[in-house]
C-alpha cells in the first residue's frame, strides 16, 4: 500500500508505516499536479496538513483513494463529507497538538503584555544608542497574574489554555455552544496534580469583562468578532487567534487597535492566509506568527504516531471483514 506524505509526516510516523508494510512517499506535489501523481503512483493513502486541499474534484479524480489523514485538527481543506460519501476514510488528530497551540497563546500573550515583540525589533537597531529610551519606552508592562482570560472554544485546546492559565494564576472564563461545564485536572513535575470544576459563561458577559480574549473555534462562515463585539470589550484588550483565519473580521480588529479599543492582538491565522493583508502584517500593535501554532517537535512527533496507527487499524479492519 503506497502513502503520500504531501505535506510532510515525522520520521517515527515513516518508521511505523514501513514497518507495517506500507511505502511511504514524502515528495511535495503541487496541488494542480496532484491527481495525476496519485494515479500513477497507485496511492491509496493521503496524508496532509493544511496546505494541501483535498476537494471534490480530487476525490472524483482518485479512484483509488482509500484514506486522508489530516495532521491536526481543522478540516476545512477537505471535503470531509463528500470523501465519506465516495467510500474514502477520513480523519485527523484533534489531540495530538493540543498543548503546542496553548503554548503558543500564552508565548503571544507574555510577548505582548511586556512588549517584547516591540523590544525585540528594536533593539539590534536601537539598543546601542537609545537604550535608556528604549527602556522608557517599553517599561509599562502588563503581569497576566489576576487577570481574566475569556475562551471562546472549550474543546480540547481551549482546555489546554484554561490550564495554563489556571497555574499562573489567571482567572478563566469560557463559553461553547456545546460544552457547559468541564472538569479539569492539572498535573505537576512531581506527580501531584489539582483539579477544577469550570462552567460557562455568557457570551456577552463573557466579552464584557475579560482582559483578553482566545478563539479555539473551526473555522466559520461568519465573522466571531466583529464590530459589535470588539464594541462590547473592555478598553485596552487583548486578542489572541491562533484558531482559523476568518473568526476575526480583521478590519475591524485594525480599527479598533486605530482606536486603543484593542490594546495588541496576537496573530498566528490570517483571514486571506497564505497573502495576509499587508496593513495586518504592518501594524506595530499585532504580534506574528506564520501558522505554527501545532508546530513542535513533539506535537509532530505525536501526529505521526497516531497517524500511523488509525491507517495500520484501517487496513487490518479492512482485511478482517
Known sequence: MNVLANDGVSKNCVLKLEENGFRV???KVEQEELADYINAESIEVLLVRSATK?????IDNCPNLKFVGRGGVGMDNIDVEYAKSKGVQVTNTPAASSISVAEIVFAHLFSLARSLFKSNRSMPLEGDSKFKQLKKDYAKGIE???KTI??????????EVAKIALGIGMHVKFYDIFIKYADLEISFFDGSSKKFSLSSSDY?????????????????????????ELSLMKDGIGIINAARGGVIDENALLNAISKNKVLFAGLDTFENEPYPDIKVLMNSHISLTPHIGAATNE??????IELADRIINFYNSSNAK
Open 25 to 27: 512517499i514524502q515528495d
Open 54 to 58: 483535498v476537494r471534490k474534484e480530487l
Open 144 to 146: 497576566l497574574r489576576g
Open 150 to 159: 475569556g475562551i471562546i472554544g472549550f474543546g480540547r485546546i481551549g482546555q
Open 204 to 228: 456577552e458577559d463573557l466579552l464584557k469583562s475579560s482582559d483578553f480574549i482566545t478563539l479555539h473555534i473551526p473555522a466559520q462562515k461568519d465573522y466571531i468578532i466583529g464590530e459589535k
Open 299 to 304: 506535537a509532530q512527533e505525536r501526529i505521526g
